[in-house]
């Protein structure tokens, strides 16, 4: 079995060179030149930072759904109070409700202002 530097450190290489958050996906923009015409690329460049922060936002409240299950779950033994994990889970899942309306209506108006 033969392993060659050059096979070890061509793909080094490549993932070196891609960019990490933002790629070619968004219209008119080009990043790796420094091509941005504001006209096309800035929608497309909010809906990707919107889309990443309601992402981020829907994750963290599938989270504290899990953690305030195993809150409930801990709280219901003996000598215990289970209500802050059913307060956690009902702020948690109106959170998310919030986080999923709000990105829709963010993602409407996106899509009416870009085209």
Same mark, same amino acid.
């Given at each position: 079995?033969?392993?060659?530097?050059?096979?070890?450190?061509?793909?080094?290489?490549?993932?070196?060179?891609?960019?990490?958050?933002?790629? *070619? #996906?968004?219209? =008119?923009?080009?990043? /790796?030149? @420094?091509?941005?015409?504001?006209?096309?690329?800035?929608? +497309? $460049? &909010?809906?990707?930072?919107?889309?990443?922060?309601?992402?981020?936002?829907?994750?963290?409240?599938?989270?504290?759904?899990?953690?305030?299950?195993?809150?409930?779950?801990? *709280? #219901?033994?003996? =000598?215990?109070?289970? /209500?802050? @994990?059913?307060?956690?889970?009902?702020?948690?899942?109106? +959170? $998310? &409700?919030?986080?999923?309306?709000?990105?829709?209506?963010?993602?409407?108006?996106?899509?009416?202002?870009?085209?």
């Amino acid at each position: 079995m033969n392993i060659s530097l050059a096979s070890i450190l061509i793909p080094i290489a490549k993932a070196r060179s891609t960019p990490s958050l933002i790629d *070619g #996906s968004v219209a =008119g923009c080009n990043f /790796e030149t @420094g091509y941005i015409n504001a006209g096309e690329c800035l929608p +497309g $460049f &909010i809906a990707h930072t919107i889309q990443f922060v309601f992402a981020f936002s829907a994750g963290l409240c599938m989270i504290m759904i899990v953690f305030s299950g195993y809150e409930i779950v801990i *709280g #219901s033994l003996p =000598g215990g109070s289970s /209500e802050s @994990g059913k307060n956690r889970l009902t702020w948690a899942i109106i +959170g $998310f &409700i919030m986080a999923a309306t709000s990105f829709f209506i963010m993602d409407f108006i996106i899509s009416a202002i870009g085209g």
